[in-house]
């Protein structure tokens, strides 16, 4: 096997908002067979996280994904809280964080798994998580110790305004959606990195779990097959949305279910003009380069 000539990632800054704290790798003690699981957001994170979840524990039906796999990132609760969670913690870790690869430390024994999504599709799926947002979830981001910049408004009526500010200022109101794909994308021939597409975990779901077992070096247990692509269902989930989503579901109207909304693709496609889908296609082009925006299009079907 060639060995990989891409450069170990090196953290070099720092990143604030109203969701993030990217000190708390700093402090972080890694475990060589820890897994982190990194995504922009909205992309199938959760599912994700439940494919994970069901390969370490051999297709059980009732894991408490949400609780066992954090958002080591998120400043909410604080950062030592977290860390002393996530230490007490004795089966293999799997966390999740939603930072460009430059704002987190990086290690060469951990696995890296990085879903993508065309950035469309995120800002619908986005919407749907912001405009659902309760008070909760805003009295979390906006009114506890901590927070650097503005705090996170209400999004508008129109789902279009929401996707043309989103792409004009890149991510807003949430954090840059080009770098976070064009960092992880840098990293993809190093071999602890494994890179997933939304599109093809939906056109072959048992493939990409068994893709993503071989990357795990977990052995699958073919009498529980049947039980974890039963439980790593978008129906399975969704009935069971309370032992997947964060803090289960009470930051949402409607709860954990309006957390997993339709796990479907192309929706913008009735709303979105022609001239604004392509001037989103020519951003990701010269953003991303043409290989990584074909890629983050479609996956390797793309």
Not at 13 to 22: G, P, T, V
Not at 160 to 182: A, I, M, T
Not at 200 to 220: C, Q, S, T, Y
Not at 276 to 283: D, G, I, L, N, P
Request: charged share 25%.
């Amino acid at each position: 096997m060639t060995e990989s000539t891409t450069a170990v990632p090196k953290k070099t800054r720092e990143l604030h908002n109203h969701h993030f704290d990217s000190t708390v790798w700093n402090d972080f003690a890694f475990r060589d067979d820890d897994i982190v699981i990194a995504t922009y957001a909205k992309a199938g994170t959760t599912w994700l996280q439940q494919i994970v979840g069901q390969l370490i524990f051999d297709g059980r039906g009732d894991i408490p994904v949400a609780e066992m796999s954090p958002w080591l990132d998120l400043r909410v609760p604080p950062k030592e809280v977290t860390l002393a969670e996530v230490e007490k913690q004795t089966h293999r870790r799997f966390l999740k964080t939603h930072l460009p690869v430059d704002a987190l430390v990086f290690s060469p024994q951990a696995k890296y798994i990085y879903i993508g999504r065309d950035g469309r599709d995120i800002v619908w799926s986005l919407y749907n998580h912001h405009a659902n947002a309760n008070d909760l979830w805003y009295g979390a981001l906006n009114d506890t110790p901590g927070r650097v910049g503005p705090a996170i408004e209400p999004p508008p009526a129109s789902i279009r305004q929401y996707f043309n500010d989103w792409l004009e200022k890149d991510g807003f109101p949430f954090w840059s959606f080009w770098e976070n794909v064009r960092s992880w994308w840098a990293t993809r021939d190093l071999p602890n990195v494994l890179l997933v597409h939304f599109a093809d975990l939906k056109a072959d779901m048992p493939g990409e779990i068994r893709r993503i077992a071989g990357f795990l070096d977990i052995a699958i247990d073919e009498a529980k097959w049947d039980d974890i692509l039963t439980h790593c269902s978008f129906d399975f989930m969704k009935a069971h949305a309370a032992t997947c989503v964060p803090m289960g579901g009470a930051l949402w109207q409607g709860g954990a279910e309006t957390f997993l909304h339709s796990g479907a693709n192309g929706r913008w496609s009735d709303t979105l003009s022609a001239e604004e889908s392509a001037t989103y296609e020519q951003k990701a082009a010269t953003e991303l380069g043409a290989d990584c925006a074909i890629w983050l299009a479609g996956g390797k079907r793309g």
